[in-house]
């Protein structure tokens, strides 16, 4: 009974430091004015003044074409992935046989190996993508496609196969069945695939750096440029509330899927 209870009060207390702190350091910080924020704490600001930052970063910043730039980047990169991924992982999850096995493992190896940054730039430079949001878009598809085809495959296995049998039986071919049968009952691992990969692609700044860097903002390559200029070396609320708004639009995905994606997690890594 003891155990019962001193586990979730754990995970909640664990939960609070690694969640919690860091959200509550942004949020007060980027409340305070430059005098308070100068040295970065979980303190009350003395005077609130939240929106009167938000619009200096909006004025002194890039941060509207940053926006445009990383949704330009998110949308077309998640989209080809899940669709892409999706139709891989109902192949590999129904086929049988060595090969398909050996084919597995080298769809979700890319989970535990990162791409070469330096051989993945030059590539893009032979083929004329480096420097270019395609580039980019096809960077990240490759990137992340195992993580989709890993979730995926595990949830298909779960669907009864007599369903796509019933629709083959009325005469339905693959694709058919695969948008009118599978795609439907692959909601909740898709919806979990998305937050993940919006998640790792939005925050991106390592390879985007080298392979757009320069060319396009998207929003953590502008945040590293407003925090490298010397002008918001001591500007910390500043760089706390451009943040905050970066962070809004994955937080605001996360609680609108997050029954979704406890769903898929469970239903396409545990089962």
């Known amino acids: 009974m003891t155990k019962r209870i001193i586990q979730p009060i754990g995970a909640a207390l664990l939960a609070l430091i690694v969640v919690g702190i860091p959200l509550w350091t942004v949020i007060v910080t980027a409340g305070k004015s430059q005098a308070d924020a100068l040295t970065p704490d979980m303190s009350l600001p003395h005077h609130w003044q939240l929106l009167t930052n938000i619009s200096t970063v909006t004025d002194q910043t890039r941060i509207g074409w940053a926006y445009l730039g990383s949704l330009f980047l998110l949308i077309p990169s998640v989209v ?36 070469a940054v330096v051989t993945l730039v030059l590539l ?34 779960t669907i009864p196969e007599s369903l796509e049998e019933a629709a083959r ?4 071919g693959p694709m058919r069945v695969f948008v009118k049968v599978i795609l439907p009952l692959l909601r909740p691992v898709l919806a979990t695939a998305t937050i993940l990969i919006s998640l790792y692609v939005w925050n991106d700044v390592f390879y985007a750096f080298f392979i757009v860097g320069g060319r396009m903002d998207t929003l953590p390559l502008n945040l590293f440029t407003v925090a490298s200029a010397g002008v918001h070396l001591n500007n910390w609320h500043l760089i706390f509330t451009y943040v905050l708004l970066m962070s809004l639009p994955i937080v605001a995905l996360f609680i609108v899927f997050q029954r979704s994606i406890i769903s898929g997690i469970t239903s396409g890594a545990v089962k």
């Open 80 to 115: 080809v992935v899940l669709v892409i991924g999706s139709m891989a992982s109902w192949v590999l999850a129904r086929r049988k046989g060595k090969l398909v096995s050996v084919i597995y493992a080298l769809g979700i190896s890319g989970i535990i190996l990162p791409p």
């Open 124 to 157: 893009l430079r032979q083929l004329g993508l480096a420097g270019r949001p395609t580039g980019m878009i096809c960077a990240y598809v490759g990137m992340y496609l195992s993580t989709v085809i890993f979730f995926v495959t595990g949830f298909v296995r």
């Open 169 to 172: 039986i009325d005469g339905a």
